[in-house]
């Protein structure tokens, strides 16, 4: 079978859903399965597109027209106009849950390109069940031709040296809590300060808040008493991710919406405990092994967090319960399960 794959998202600040494209495609051709196919990537610089916009619709659409693949997988974006039999992925639906983050016309285009993808899809992968729920909600999707396929995570070694004087963070072993991801509303930066300010305040921890991630231009930063001791590290490379990972007493992610939810898997497969919110898919995707919270309850999210500081008991029993659900995410399952929806 002739696969072709559209890649249009951007390797250099990688985030959630690169991750899952890159993987993705690297996983499927190392499987021994995919032997008997031919893959065809396409992107705006392989097609020699010279703008930054238009190459999917009208630049791929002239490639599927002169030499089209039995089927196209879009991992990510939108599809265009002229295409063969097609699989796409659709990752989440923020913009339903939180309208108030978005513009009017930014939510006007997401529900275009999503009611699109149902639409002219022949199969649509979704990385949870909550994700699938959701479209069958909103969209009153087809949930015969949806198929839920979890990520992977990545599990990396890594000594963690050198990363006490990042960026803000002192050499001295001074602990951290960390977040990980785009710094935005969306993610409840402003809570998980709040819950911070509740640790120092009530509890006197010595430990520093680490915000690692890329800033979003509309996020305003809180204003905090103990400022010196929230590091905004912005962007950080595969390596320092690792490195803060390593370095973490406590991981908190206590975002308002996941589709699936990366940084919290990542935390695990480092050996950190995690606090993460009780809603969307992290529930589905965590289970037991972390301690769940309600996003919106600062307080809550203090009390977790002291729970695990002031316990080694139960750090120790969250971190074995971490290795133990990472081991139902893997890319290798992910890939050989989305090459048998290619090729069905």
């Known amino acids: 079978m002739r696969i072709g794959i559209q890649i249009s998202t951007s390797p250099e600040q990688k985030t959630g859903i690169e991750e899952y494209v890159e993987q993705i495609i690297k996983n499927l051709m190392m499987l021994e399965e995919s032997k008997k196919h ?3 990537l396409y992107n705006r610089e392989n097609l020699k597109w010279p703008f930054k916009k238009g190459w999917t619709q009208i630049r ?12 196209l997988f879009v991992p990510a974006h939108t599809f265009p106009i002229i ?11 923020e913009y339903e849950y939180l309208p108030k983050m978005y513009s009017p016309f930014r939510r006007k285009v997401l529900r275009y390109l999503t009611k699109r993808n149902l639409k002219k899809a022949d199969k649509v992968i979704v990385p949870s069940q909550n ?3 959701d479209l069958i909600k909103f969209y009153k999707a087809d949930p015969e031709k949806i198929f839920t396929i979890y990520h992977g995570v990545s599990v990396r ?7 006490r004087n990042m960026q803000g963070i002192e050499k ?3 602990p951290c809590l960390l977040y990980l991801g785009r ?3 969306r993610k409840n930066i402003e809570g998980l300060i709040r819950a911070f300010e509740i640790l120092k305040k009530k509890y006197k921890i010595p430990h520093k808040l680490v915000l690692a991630g890329p800033i979003d231009t509309r996020y305003k930063t809180q204003d905090t008493k103990h400022k010196n001791d929230v590091v905004f ?14 370095n973490a007493d406590v991981f908190i992610f206590p975002s308002f919406y996941e589709g699936f939810g990366f940084p919290a898997l990542e935390a695990q497969a480092a050996d950190i405990p995690v606090v993460a919110s009780d809603v969307s898919s992290l529930p589905e995707i965590l289970g037991n092994s972390a301690l769940l919270i309600n996003p919106k309850d600062s307080v809550e999210i203090a009390e977790a967090v002291y729970k695990i500081i002031k316990n080694p008991k139960l750090k120790k029993v969250l971190i074995k319960k971490g290795h133990e659900n990472i081991r139902r995410f893997s890319w290798k399952k992910c890939a050989r399960e989305t090459l048998k929806i290619l090729c069905a």
């Open 38 to 40: 031919q893959f065809f």
């Open 60 to 71: 791929l659409s002239l490639k599927m027209l002169k030499n089209r693949p039995d089927i």
């Open 131 to 133: 994700t699938k729920e």
């Open 157 to 163: 070694e890594q000594d963690g040296k050198g990363v």
């Open 233 to 246: 590290t912005g962007y950080v490379d595969q390596n320092k991710k690792w490195q803060l990972l390593k």
């Open 83 to 93: 295409h063969p039999k097609l699989v796409v992925t659709i990752h989440g639906l």
């Open 183 to 185: 710094i935005e509303e």
């Open 172 to 174: 001295t072993k001074q």
